[in-house]
Nanobody
Framework: QVQLVESGGGLVQAGGSLRLSCAAS????????MGWFRQAPGKEREFVGS????????YYADSVKGRFTISRDNAKNMVYLQMNSLKPEDTAVYYC?????????????????WGQGTQVTVSS
């Protein structure tokens, strides 16, 4: 079993930055790919970005490419989502997810474990 706990959400003005963190339990964290997803009110959950087990490969949704960066620290069982140049349309609950396959994935069905989410609100 893997438990994931997100933190770092909050209220920020458009153009600002936030860094989300996801703490993972379990000794096999370094084997897992990790993903970030988000869900805005009334919308489906959507892919934000992912990172493979080693951190050597990342993928991003077009909507966040160039503004968001995913990183991980396997020694600390942590994954991060640095969000810059935030826009009101980035407002959502952000979830981190773990995939026991070490390869990154873009689809929520590919992920085996999920955190409870953290709210990000970007004001205009």
């Amino acid at each position: 079993q893997v438990q994931l706990v997100e933190s770092g959400g909050g209220l920020v003005q458009a153009g600002g930055s936030l860094r989300l963190s996801c703490a993972a339990s379990g000794r096999t964290f370094s084997n897992y790919a990790m993903g970030w997803f988000r869900q805005a009110p009334g919308k489906e959950r959507e892919f934000v970005g992912s990172i493979n087990w080693s951190g050597g490969s990342t993928y991003y949704a077009d909507s966040v490419k160039g503004r968001f960066t995913i990183s991980r620290d396997n020694a600390k069982n942590m994954v991060y989502l640095q969000m810059n140049s935030l826009k009101p349309e980035d407002t959502a609950v952000y979830y981190c997810a773990a995939r026991t396959s070490g390869a990154s994935g873009r689809y929520s069905i590919q992920y085996d474990y999920w955190g409870q989410g953290t709210q990000v609100t970007v004001s205009s």
